[in-house]
């Protein structure tokens, strides 16, 4: 018996299914359901599953613009387990586990189109080059009354007026929702997710978790993951619509991923509180690869939406301490856990990408020690910096024609995501939506 399974039988029940995930190039779960019995043979030989699942649009659609050589045909691969990713599913109704699969190549080695494999070949180049990474991600959400169309912020568990205006950091409108909040933590302890701290955010019934710094990064993303995951469900169980949607209230403020960042030297020690000035280049290179990884931090037509907003979501290249308005920020810190902010990316982000743009820039600017240029001043107003591709069209175009991206995430993964993503934009704005027909159906 795999250990995974011992470890799990020693602390619940047998499962009568198994939830088989895959976590998509746009970090989205998809996968089948086993009999409960079938766990040491899951763990033997994986699953057979189609390689397309991994470049699925955010509907759910296998673009015919995938489906051509290689891909002809719609093959299956197979899928291994992750050591170490069984866990209970405390949500469901009858005793159910869940694990994630990786995908693997005709050899059996992982695959180079899984953005498991991505972010672990950036961490790996890294780690030859002695450096050490260490990440939190932070997540924001929206709680939403899904019986109204479109959805409304929900309002208090216990009957009460809601309050009026976003309450930034207040404690009463987490009290306000203390239900499903300690369902989430209940959760995310059977599930051995790394929560810390919840806070209430910048919109209406919007909140943000975060989890604990982790220095096992791809395990660190996967939790993220599972954490959005759990957060929908818990929702779903009280009748609730948890969003983790880049923008989707057009009157209040959009969803952030942000991810914090510092690097470790062979013994463990912060290289960028022992030397300031590899933190300051680190960003440097941040700033010079930000505008070509957009399309990797920004996955779909609403998550430009948060870019045209004046507001907490940066949308050009520029740094500075202590501040919110820029893209890198340097927290306040000591020397053991010096580490740049990126505030960039939206909630609907895959982490696993994310995280390997954001390792990759790091090293960039480390190695070749770039120069960030002027520091925005704690109190200012922030630099306008490099403008960042702000819309779709534009953030796949300079992804395509980035050498960095292609050496670093490799040829094989960029094209196919950008095959993806490229008819998922084509679809998109090929649609004629409402606001075409009230602006132009009897004006034009």
């Known amino acids: 018996m795999h250990p995974d399974i011992k470890s799990y039988f020693e602390n619940n029940p047998p499962p009568q299914s198994i939830d088989v995930l895959i976590a998509d190039s746009n970090g989205i779960l998809r996968g089948k359901q086993f009999p409960g019995d079938g766990l040491q043979k899951l763990y033997e030989k994986g699953a057979n599953l189609p390689v397309s699942l991994m470049f699925c649009d955010v509907r759910g659609e296998t673009p015919q613009e995938l489906l051509q050589p290689p891909l002809m045909g719609d093959p299956d691969i197979t ?19 869940q694990v994630m699969l990786r995908a693997t190549d005709a050899e059996g080695n992982d695959s180079a189109l899984d953005p498991v494999t991505v972010l672990e070949s950036v961490i790996k180049r890294l780690n030859e080059d002695g450096m050490f990474p260490v ?20 309002k208090p568990e216990n009957g009460w007026p809601a309050f009026e205006g976003p309450q930034v950091y207040a404690l009463e409108p987490l009290r306000d929702v203390q239900g499903f909040l ?23 019934s919007q909140f943000e978790m975060n989890l604990d710094h982790s220095a096992d990064i791809a395990a660190h ?86 870019y045209q907003k004046a507001g907490w979501s940066p949308n050009a290249a520029n740094w500075g301490r202590n ?49 960030p240029g002027p520091e925005t001043i704690e109190g200012e ?27 670093w995430f490799g040829n094989e993964f960029v094209d196919m995501y950008l095959r993806a993503k490229y008819a998922e934009e084509e679809n998109f704005h090929i649609e004629v939506p409402d606001r075409d027909l009230g602006w132009c159906l009897r004006t034009v």
Request: charge should be neutral; aromatic fraction near 6%.
């Open 323 to 371: 501040h919110r308005l820029v893209s890198l920020r340097i927290p306040i810190s000591g020397d053991k856990d010096k580490r740049v902010e990126h505030r960039i990316a939206g909630a609907d982000v895959n982490p696993y990408l994310l995280t390997a743009s954001v390792l990759a820039g790091v090293h960039h600017g480390v190695t070749n020690k770039c120069n």
């Open 182 to 204: 300690n369902q989430v933590k209940d959760v995310a302890a059977a599930q051995q997710i790394p929560l810390t701290s919840v806070l209430c955010e910048y919109g209406d």
């Open 79 to 97: 899928y291994r387990v992750i050591e170490g990713s069984l866990r209970p599913v405390p949500w469901a109704k009858v005793p159910t586990a």
């Open 381 to 407: 107003a922030p630099h306008k910096g490099v403008q960042l591709p702000t819309r779709w069209r534009e953030a796949l175009m300079a992804f395509d024609k980035s050498d960095f991206f292609r050496e």
């Open 135 to 154: 990440v939190a991600l932070e997540g924001e959400f929206y709680l939403l009354d899904p019986s109204k169309n479109p959805p409304e912020p929900l």
């Open 221 to 306: 993303c996967r939790d993220f993951i599972m954490l959005k995951q759990a957060i929908r469900n818990v929702a779903i169980a009280n009748g609730q619509l948890a969003s983790f949607m880049a923008m989707p209230l057009a009157t209040s403020g959009g969803s952030g991923c942000h991810i914090h960042v510092s690097v470790l030297d062979k013994d463990g020690n912060n290289i960028f509180g022992q030397d300031e000035g590899k933190l300051i280049h680190a960003i440097g290179g941040l700033m010079e690869t930000m505008g070509q990884s957009m399309a990797a931090c920004a996955p779909h037509a609403n998550s430009y939406r948060r």
